[in-house]
């Protein structure tokens, strides 16, 4: 777990950086005022590979490991979250759902386009009416024939507008039974499949989030996922890692408000002396400094758990619960650091605290990450 000796690691992240510098830092704000999904973007971070970091090489990814995806996701972030949390999105749901539960065929169909970014893609499970409740989800699939018949819609997908793919959870049994979900992949252009509200948002306003919609949707049973009602159970399995993916989004978001913060309060001069040198700030800089270090370590611990293929729903929760906690505090800190100007759109700590606040929401709020640790210490 000595991830700070690891040169591949090093070399990762410096390509990462240098993409962030030339491609996202010059648009971040035109971007965030026109709430601009850019997809050429993505379409570059397709050549790079970090659009398919963890798939296979044999499918047309980079074949490498939760680690590099972290680093990749984490030096994204510092730059702009709204690009990271899009990556995230599409290569540990949408992607990582069919490489995980998708049969040869299914890999062979689908992870090439999505690991290249030739298509980009979404992941629905959350409803109107069902956040955290998923169990109670509205959207039906009916078998009829050899295709199912799919009805309802999702809001709060990520790319659910400019997606060309969409790994969706429906329910194929009576609410509240157990085993009552399917998950399906619908590609755009099949009739009654349809995206609706783009939601007008707090943050992350360059990472797309709108509704889906199907009405009487008809896809061939060749686009179910795995079983039958085994659904539920992937969609828990998939977030397991995207808490992973949301922590290490997190992770970016802190390190990029703290250098804001630490530079500003260098070189903005009070009273005859660096702000930097009243203790007032500098507590408060060697505390993010600390929240900071505290939540790399967890995210690297649930990451290596994961590339072994161990136990990490414990881990992955307490990372993602305590990574997310700490970039709101930090963001809303260097925000203060920066007194006035930090409330301006002239710097750039008041689009990290923006953006800080979906990480304690999105991929299982900060409340269902304490249940899940609290359900698990207990089993122990």
């Known amino acids: 777990m000595n991830y700070l000796e690891n040169e591949n690691l090093k070399l990762v992240a410096q390509s990462?950086?240098?993409?962030?510098?030339?491609?996202?830092?010059?648009?971040?704000?035109?971007?965030?005022?026109?709430?601009?999904?850019?997809?050429?973007?993505?379409?570059?971070?397709?050549?790079?590979?970090?659009?398919?970091?963890?798939?296979?090489?044999?499918?047309?990814?980079?074949?490498?490991?939760?680690?590099?995806?972290?680093?990749i996701v984490d030096e994204i972030s510092q730059v702009d979250p709204s690009i990271g949390l899009s990556v995230a999105a599409h290569n540990s749901l949408c992607t990582n759902h069919i490489l995980a539960f998708g049969n040869e065929e299914?890999?062979?169909?689908?992870?090439?386009?999505?690991?290249?970014?030739?298509?980009?893609?979404?992941?629905?499970?959350?409803?109107?009416?069902?956040?955290?409740?998923?169990?109670?989800?509205?959207?039906?699939?009916?078998?009829?024939?050899?295709?199912?018949?799919?009805?309802?819609?999702?809001?709060?997908?990520?790319?659910?507008?400019?997606?060309?793919?969409?790994?969706?959870?429906?329910?194929?049994?009576?609410?509240?039974?157990?085993?009552?979900?399917?998950?399906?992949?619908?590609?755009?252009?099949?009739?009654?499949?349809?995206?609706?509200?783009?939601?007008?948002?707090?943050?992350?306003?360059?990472?797309?989030?709108?509704?889906?919609?199907?009405?009487?949707?008809?896809?061939?049973?060749?686009?179910?996922?795995?079983?039958?009602?085994?659904?539920?159970?992937?969609?828990l399995k998939i977030l397991d890692g995207g808490r992973i993916s949301i922590a290490a989004l997190s992770l970016g978001i802190a390190k990029g408000a703290y250098k804001a913060a630490l530079k500003y309060a260098q070189e903005r001069h009070q009273f005859g002396q660096a702000i930097a040198n009243f203790q007032a700030v500098n507590f408060k800089l060697a505390e993010m400094a600390t929240e900071i270090e505290a939540s790399e370590l967890l995210i690297r611990k649930a990451s290596y758990l994961k590339n072994n293929h161990l136990p990490m729903a414990t881990e992955g929760a307490m990372a993602k619960y305590y990574a997310s906690e700490a970039c709101v505090k930090i963001a809303n800190d260097a925000v203060q650091v920066f007194g006035g100007y930090g409330y301006t759109k002239d710097f750039p700590v008041e689009k990290f605290y923006r953006d800080s606040k979906l990480c304690t929401i999105g991929e299982g709020t900060t409340e269902i990450q304490k249940l899940v640790i609290g359900r698990n210490i207990l089993k122990d």
């Open 16 to 71: 990462a950086r240098e993409f962030a510098e030339q491609y996202i830092r010059p648009n971040i704000m035109e971007w965030d005022e026109a709430q601009t999904f850019p997809v050429e973007c993505f379409k570059e971070l397709g050549k790079m590979g970090f659009m398919g970091i963890v798939v296979p090489e044999e499918y047309g990814g980079s074949g490498l490991s939760y680690d590099e995806y972290v680093t």
């Open 106 to 235: 299914q890999k062979q169909r689908w992870l090439p386009k999505l690991a290249t970014a030739e298509w980009i893609g979404a992941w629905g499970l959350t409803e109107h009416n069902t956040g955290s409740d998923a169990g109670g989800m509205s959207t039906t699939a009916v078998k009829d024939g050899d295709e199912w018949v799919i009805n309802g819609a999702k809001n709060f997908i990520t790319h659910a507008i400019s997606g060309d793919v969409a790994v969706v959870m429906t329910r194929t049994g009576e609410k509240g039974a157990k085993n009552n979900a399917t998950a399906f992949v619908i590609e755009k252009g099949t009739p009654g499949f349809t995206s609706g509200k783009k939601e007008n948002k707090l943050g992350m306003r360059a990472s797309e989030t709108a509704e889906l919609i199907f009405d009487n949707v008809r896809v061939s049973d060749a686009n179910r996922l795995g079983e039958v009602g085994e659904g539920f159970k992937q969609a």
